[in-house]
């Protein structure tokens, strides 16, 4: 059937795309809404989502933020940033309802299309390292006077991934496909198998750990502890426990001690939160946040219930940057880097409840239906919006509105 086919071929499109061409996503999505269209059977469609109900908690949130344009004097920046949440809307409502998509039929299709995406992500960006590396001594060789010196810094954080997406996210885009292999290992019949998929764990936490994203290193020691757990319990045997805990160790030490910087970034973030390290025009990323929170944290309590107005949000930090002197995040055009607080100066702190109870809710049903990867993938998500505003970019609304569908479709027993 022709309908299938353009299905099949758009979701792994727009699976491919989110890690490798994030400016043809757009695209799919399109696609993806005509066959919605071209079905029709709308009251079976409204009946599907509203027995799925853990999918209307981001359309939901999309409507309050339309809601908060009432309240907004800058409103083509507002109708801008309600276009950057639109998944947020269609996603939770087109793919649960797409017939043709079979989800539960090409699950591990799906699966193996969204891992090898990432760890082409991987490949491309050592080759792309080394390439800039080995330039760049050449040029050094010959004696070529250079403006900058990156060498190894190529091979981590920034400037590894950059030109993809910022390291940050697709750390965390690696961190969902590694719970999506750790998931599958209980179905491990053979011992090829076996072999196979650690080798893409490693493959995955390998990428999760050069990206360097302090967000998604802790997100990956949470999801290594919480599968080591989930399978101590479930087969009731002590060695994943002490597996679970010597990778835990094993990977704590990689970090503090093989890879580059992480002692001192370690002590930048005790001191800054120990207000031993106060500095207005510093632009490090850990500074950066603590100004922009205390900006945040002071409109807030400005307009606490309905919020400022969903365009007004970075005219306000902005006004409040320059009166707070914090010229490092002015300049860097730094937004409340919390999604909590993103969303309360938007919308007040109706909004912000209203997205910590979707949070909550999401965790509830993942533990009701025993549908772990739900739970693991809601904590670390939830953990992540306390440092990034991700309903602000693509690739966060991306993030959230295609994996709650991807991984809550993990589990074929998910109606409710």
Not at 159 to 184: C, E, Q, R, T
Not at 203 to 226: D, N, Q, W
Not at 345 to 359: D, E, K, T
Request: with cysteine; glycine share 6%; charged share 15%.
């Amino acid at each position: 059937m022709i309908q299938r086919k353009i299905t099949f071929y758009a979701f792994s499109g727009l699976l491919i795309s989110s890690v490798l061409l994030k400016n043809i996503s757009p695209l799919f999505i399109i696609v993806l809404l005509g066959m919605w269209f071209w079905e029709g059977q709308f009251k079976t469609k409204w009946s599907l989502l509203r027995n799925q109900t853990v999918y209307l908690i981001l359309p939901i949130y999309f409507l309050l933020l339309v809601i908060g344009l009432v309240n907004t004097s800058n409103m083509e920046y507002g109708l801008q940033k309600l276009g950057t949440r639109l998944p947020l809307l269609l996603l939770p409502v087109v793919l649960p309802t797409l017939k043709s998509l079979n989800f539960t039929y090409h699950k591990r299709t799906f699966t193996r299309i969204f891992v090898f995406s990432i760890l082409a992500a991987m490949v491309i960006c050592l080759i792309r390292a080394a390439y800039l590396y080995f330039v760049e001594s050449a040029a050094a060789n010959r004696g070529e006077q250079l403006d900058y010196l990156y060498q190894s810094r190529y091979f981590y954080g920034t400037l590894l991934s950059n030109f993809l997406m910022h390291p940050g996210y697709l750390a965390m885009f690696a961190n969902v496909a590694l719970i999506a292999v750790l998931y599958d290992l209980k179905k491990i019949q053979t011992k090829k198998r076996l072999y196979y998929n650690i080798s893409i764990i490693t493959a995955l936490t390998l990428f999760v750990l050069i990206l360097y994203s302090k967000t998604a290193l802790g997100m990956l020691l949470l999801i290594y502890m919480a599968f080591g757990l989930r399978y101590t319990f479930r087969e009731k045997k002590i060695k994943y426990l002490l597996l679970s805990f010597a990778l835990l160790i094993g990977l704590s030490g990689i970090m503090y001690f093989v890879i580059p910087n992480t002692k001192t970034r370690i002590q930048t973030i005790v001191e800054m939160f120990s207000q031993k390290n106060h500095d207005p025009n510093s632009i490090e990323s850990t500074q950066l946040r603590v100004h922009a929170w205390k900006a945040s944290r002071a409109l807030v309590e400005e307009a606490p219930i309905l919020g400022h107005g969903t365009g007004d949000v970075w005219d306000i930090l902005e006004t409040k940057y320059k009166v707070l002197g914090y010229n490092g995040a002015l300049s860097n055009e730094v937004n409340a880097h919390n999604e909590y607080y993103q969303t309360a100066l938007a919308i007040g702190l109706v909004g912000a409840l209203f997205l910590i109870s979707g949070l909550m809710f999401w965790v509830v049903v993942g533990i009701r239906k025993k549908h772990f990867p739900l739970v693991v993938w809601t904590l670390i998500t939830a953990f992540a919006l306390t440092f990034e505003s991700y309903f602000s970019t693509q690739n966060g609304v991306v993030y959230v509105s295609l994996f709650l569908f991807f991984v809550y479709s993990l589990k074929p027993e998910n109606n409710e």
